[in-house]
C-alpha cells in the first residue's frame, strides 16, 4: 500500500510563491507516475500537472502553464510542486496522486486515472 502525504500549503498573497512537497512510503517511487490535482469549493477536482516515472515528460493544465512546475526525487520518495505568481483563482486543496507505471511514457490526465492518494493541502490565495 502506497501512503502519499502532501505539505506546505497555507495562506499567501496573490504573486507569491508555494512549494508542496509530497512525500510517497514506498520503496520505490521510480516506479509510479505522480501527479497533482485540485479542488475548491464547490467544483469538481482538476487536473493540475503531472510527471512520467523517470521524470522524462511532465505536463500541466493551461491554467497554471509557465507558472507551475513539477519535479520528483525518486532518492527522496518526494514529488514536488512549484507554484510561482499564485492567484485567488489558484486557492484550492491540492492533492498529490500515483499510479504505478513503470517505463510508461503515458501521459494521464485523469484522476481515475490513478490509484494513490494523498489526504491534500490547503492553498489558500488572498488579493
Known amino acids: 500500500q502506497v501512503q502519499l502525504v502532501e505539505s506546505g500549503g497555507g495562506l499567501v498573497q496573490a504573486g507569491d510563491s508555494l512549494r508542496l512537497p509530497c512525500e510517497a512510503s514506498?520503496?520505490?517511487?521510480?516506479?509510479?507516475?505522480m501527479a497533482w490535482f485540485r479542488q475548491a469549493p464547490g467544483k469538481e477536482r482538476e487536473f493540475v500537472a503531472t510527471i512520467t516515472w523517470n521524470g522524462g515528460n511532465t505536463y500541466y493544465a493551461d491554467s497554471v502553464k509557465g507558472r507551475y512546475t513539477i519535479s520528483r526525487d525518486n532518492d527522496k520518495n518526494t514529488v514536488y510542486l512549484q507554484m510561482n505568481s499564485l492567484k485567488p483563482e489558484d486557492m484550492a486543496v491540492y492533492y498529490c496522486a500515483g499510479r504505478h507505471d513503470w517505463y510508461s511514457e503515458t501521459l494521464r490526465l485523469g484522476p481515475n486515472e490513478y490509484d494513490y492518494w494523498g489526504q491534500g493541502t490547503q492553498v489558500t490565495v488572498s488579493s
Open positions: 514506498v520503496r520505490a517511487l521510480r516506479r509510479y507516475a
